[in-house]
């Protein structure tokens, strides 16, 4: 395909810049209601920074859209909200965000979602700008986004008709940052992260009067870790959940280069490519992912143990799948998920290496000319890589169009898209409910585990909802790999386990960035979003509960 547009009939909306060129908004008369808003502090995103400043402001504008068919009136708020130190009160992090929310809508029926990236390190422009806000960015995905002018688009997939939504930017990324005597780094760990989003969805919901609304988080990635974590914290503050989305998820980071959660994936890739050694091509890639899925969890397994001791058969199906060359798999150890000694994926590097190419970590139908530089960059942070390269312009250029000139908040401060310092000083210790690390690796290392954390909330808050979403493309949180980790955490419920669903698309990490599956993925989310609102009974529960525990 060769762009992100789904449907027929895109939807119509009215504002000062909907139906403008971007940058004509900057010269329109503001709609009566619009507040804009300059932000003068200096938000620093190193370590050591922090601010002084502890005062709510924020940019307010009013829009309308129509999504299938309903008008839609929204307000648009861009700003900051205070968070405290739970024991003290006293201001600890000025966080900011994003929201948008529909008018006139009843509190106790309107949910609300709060939406976050990963990285650690990401800001949330990532998914506001590609996913379920009420504008989007048009891409070129698969292919390279060419150079400016871009332009923005109303977003016929938003969430908006099922729920108001709250994009955040966690301390160090955005325009959030501690304040003094607190700085950046106090934030930058698994439970300080979390229990300072924590902190600023009660605020929101204080500042807003949506303590009964229905409430849902939404995380991509990284994002997915700490809504577990989350999830955990929230309830045991007596704030119940609704419903979770885990996009791209990354439960348990022992498992992080397992070629056998890996495997299905790169025959994803091969299938793509048309670099299969199968004939006839087989037509049905969810069927064919999980024809390669039940080999990798049986013979392919088996073989990886016997290692350097192989069985032809198993060796002759694998390269079938994979479209690698008997010799070359055998020179890896079989391992398809591997490294060379310079940090190169040892598939994604060779898959069409006779062509000059490699391929994307994050969506490996993305290919670029083939210069060490898809294995090369960290997988946490982004650079490089053909899938983030493909976007990096228009997400970049559109972001400030869409926040000076049509969300009318400005600043003189540099915006942290991401952070790479937060992930190298991260914290990455965790201690699940249990009370147990399992997060520890063969030599001692503590390695992120939250599965634990799911399967704990969702055993204690029996009505919650969790959707998880993988692209069967995606090589840096592999769609089988998560599925294994959903199976394996201590859940033992099997009516527990029913409020758990997973579903797959033909996409990469950032599913959203392809037209199709980001159509798909909002019907599932807002199947979801039903089941969760809809169960009275359920919706009961949680208000009792909520009620029984004042946070």
């Not at 605020?203 to 849902?216: A, C, I, V």
Request: glycine share 8%; with cysteine; hydrophobic share 35%.
């Amino acid at each position: 395909m060769t762009n992100t547009e789904s449907g027929s009939g895109s939807p119509q909306s009215s504002h000062n810049s909907h139906a403008a060129p971007a940058g004509a908004a900057a010269k329109a008369a503001h709609p009566a209601g619009d507040q804009p808003f300059f932000d003068p502090v200096a938000y620093g995103n190193g370590p050591n920074d922090s601010v002084t400043d502890a005062t709510e402001n924020a940019a307010i504008t009013k829009h309308t859209i129509v999504i299938g068919g309903r008008k839609i009136p929204y307000t648009a708020t861009a700003g900051h909200l205070v968070t405290v130190d739970p024991s003290s009160s006293v201001p600890n992090a000025k966080m900011f965000y994003v929201a948008f929310t529909a008018d006139n809508q009843k509190e106790d029926t309107r949910p609300v979602t709060f939406f976050y990236n990963g990285g650690p390190g990401s800001s949330s422009v990532f998914v506001l700008l590609g996913s379920f806000a009420p504008r989007r960015i048009k891409t070129a995905m698969p292919s390279f986004t060419p150079p400016a002018p871009y332009s923005l688009e109303d977003n016929p997939d938003s969430l908006l008709d099922k729920s108001d939504l709250v994009f955040i930017n966690p301390v160090g990324t955005g325009y959030s940052a501690a304040i003094a005597p607190n700085t950046n780094r106090n934030f930058w760990g698994v439970d300080q992260d979390a229990n300072s989003i924590k902190q600023f969805i009660k605020r929101f919901l204080t500042k807003n009067n949506r303590w009964n609304s229905p409430k849902f988080l939404y995380g991509e990635s990284y994002g997915t870790a700490r809504s577990c974590v989350l999830a955990y914290l929230l309830h045991e503050d007596g704030v119940d959940l609704n419903g979770i989305t885990l996009q791209s998820s990354i439960l348990d980071y022992t498992q992080s280069g397992n070629p056998v959660g890996a495997l299905p994936t790169a025959a994803a890739d091969a299938w793509y490519h048309k670099k299969l050694g199968i004939a006839p091509t087989p037509t049905d890639l969810g069927a064919f992912a999980e024809e390669v899925a039940q080999f990798s969890r049986t013979d392919y397994l088996a073989a990886l143990r016997k290692v350097p001791a192989t069985d032809p058969a198993t060796v002759e199906k694998l390269s079938e799948y994979t479209g690698i060359d008997k010799a070359t798999l055998l020179a890896w150890s079989l391992d398809i998920a591997g490294y060379d000694s310079r940090g190169n994926s040892l598939f994604l590097t060779t898959l069409l290496k006779s062509k000059g190419l490699a391929l994307g970590e994050y969506d490996g139908r993305v290919t670029a000319i083939e210069t060490g530089i898809a294995g090369k960059i960290n997988p946490n942070s982004g650079g490089n890589d053909p899938t983030m390269t493909a976007v990096t312009g228009v997400y970049t250029t559109m972001w400030n169009v869409y926040l000076n000139e049509q969300l009318l908040y400005t600043s003189n401060s540099s915006f942290t898209d991401l952070n790479d310092q937060a992930f190298q000083y991260w914290d990455f210790s965790h201690i699940d409910p249990t009370g147990a690390q399992k997060g520890i690796d063969a030599k001692g290392n503590v390695i992120l585990y939250t599965a634990g954390d799911l399967a704990a909330v969702m055993a204690l808050n029996v009505d919650l909802k969790v959707l998880s979403a993988n692209g069967f493309y995606d090589f840096v949180t592999p769609f089988y790999q998560t599925v294994l980790d959903l199976q394996q955490m201590p859940l033992v419920s099997p009516q527990v386990r029913q409020n758990l669903s997973a579903r797959f698309y033909p996409s990469g990490h950032m599913i959203y960035l392809d037209g199709n599956s980001r159509t798909a993925l909002k019907a599932d989310v807002a199947k979801m979003y039903d089941a969760a609102v809809a169960n009275t009974g359920a919706m009961l529960r949680i208000r009792d509960l909520q009620a029984r525990r004042p946070s």
